[in-house]
Nanobody
Framework: QVQLVESGGGSVQAGGSLRLSCASFGYTVSPTCMAWFRQAPGKEREGVAAIYTNSGSTYYADSVKGRFTISQDNAKNTVYLQMNSLKPEDTAMYYC??????????????????WGQGTQLTVSS
């Protein structure tokens, strides 16, 4: 069974940096795409960044372009989200997601079948 385990969340001051990790297990064929989503209280789940694992192509929400970077370490079956220049509005629960299909909107939460349990990021001003 596919499992995704996030780590690296915490509290940071505005302007700071943090890196999230997502370790994936339980599959013999690698997911075609993996992504990070976030959800703040009272808001919809938002796609933050995605990576097409075969080519390494990346996709970002406009709100994080230039500040966040998604990357992968295939040997470790791990995807990372490097977050720089953090803002209070980045505060949310961050979720890792994976899917094995091709195509679609890589930043749409409806596209992904497998989800981690989430890790909290709090950015204080």
């Amino acid at each position: 069974q596919v499992q995704l385990v996030e780590s690296g969340g915490g509290s940071v001051q505005a302007g700071g940096s943090l890196r999230l990790s997502c370790a994936s297990f339980g599959y013999t064929v690698s997911p075609t795409c993996m992504a990070w989503f976030r959800q703040a209280p009272g808001k919809e789940r938002e796609g933050v960044a995605a990576i097409y694992t075969n080519s390494g192509s990346t996709y970002y929400a406009d709100s994080v372009k230039g500040r966040f970077t998604i990357s992968q370490d295939n040997a470790k079956n791990t995807v990372y989200l490097q977050m720089n220049s953090l803002k209070p509005e980045d505060t949310a629960m961050y979720y890792c997601a994976a899917d094995f299909r091709y195509g679609g909107n890589y930043l749409s939460y409806t596209r992904y079948m497998y989800w981690g349990q989430g890790t909290q990021l709090t950015v204080s001003s």
